[in-house]
């Protein structure tokens, strides 16, 4: 257990819904990163928060937001679902931001049907 | 254009054979390397940061360079506990402060009894 919890573990949906992953980072973790991970494209970097302020935003398509909670959790919120958005999703937690051993999750698996 | 190339994409090795995994990466203003293990429908698990050109990060049987322009992954002796996909990422300085890490696809490492 990395101390960081995804939920749900997997999730699928139909094309053009609506759909919301959770993040809970490690204890005393303040940063939340997002990474969506595909069999063609790897690890893409989508957005980051610290200590829920957005700080960086990736390769995040304007269908997909996020936010972060004042008890640090995070919430990607994934829209009008196209079969290309099926992925495994992770959330990564630092101490701060940048630079440092990020810790990751165990990935939302999202399947588009 | 690729920024992080990862060599060589799937490596087949017996127990005991040593090697070396590649990370070349054309990114300027680096400001960490990181090495990540990821077993199948697992999220990343942590391994090194390396900082600067010439530091070298050993965890059992498996030890971390970086130069000015790649990193090596040297496994010695490994076991069949050693077969996962081996990610490499770099963060960097880019514009609008954006600080996530640009992965590498990985290395698929089998090793075989």
């Known amino acids: 257990d990395s101390g960081v919890t995804q939920t749900p573990k997997h999730l699928i949906t139909a094309t053009g819904q609506r759909v919301t992953l959770r993040c809970s980072p490690r204890?005393?973790?303040?940063?939340v990163y997002w990474y969506q991970q595909s069999l063609d494209q790897g690890l893409q970097f989508l957005i980051h928060?610290?200590?829920?302020?957005?700080?960086a935003k990736g390769n995040i398509l304007e269908r997909f937001s996020a936010q972060q909670f004042p008890d640090l959790h995070s919430e990607l919120n994934l829209s009008s679902l196209e079969l290309g958005d099926s992925a495994l999703y992770f959330c990564?937690?630092?101490?701060?931001?940048?630079?440092?051993?990020?810790?990751f999750g165990s990935g939302t698996r999202l399947t588009v049907v | 254009e690729d920024q992080v190339t990862q060599s060589p994409e799937a490596l087949r090795l017996q127990e005991g054979e040593s090697s070396s995994l590649n990370c070349s990466y054309t990114v300027s203003g680096l400001r960490g390397l990181f090495w990540y293990r990821q077993d199948p429908g697992k999220g990343p698990e942590f391994l090194f940061t390396?900082?600067?050109a010439g530091e070298e990060k050993e965890k059992e049987r498996l030890k971390a360079t970086l130069t000015k322009k790649e990193s090596f992954l040297h496994i010695t002796a490994p076991k069949p506990e050693d077969s996962a996909t081996y990610l490499c990422a770099v963060l960097y300085l880019r514009g609008g402060g954006a600080d996530g890490l640009t992965f590498g696809k990985g290395t698929h490492l089998i090793i075989q009894p």
């Open positions: 204890s005393g973790d303040l940063s």
């Open positions: 928060y610290y200590n829920g302020e957005e700080r």
């Open positions: 390396l900082y600067s």
């Open positions: 990564a937690s630092s101490p701060r931001g940048g630079g440092h051993g990020y810790t």
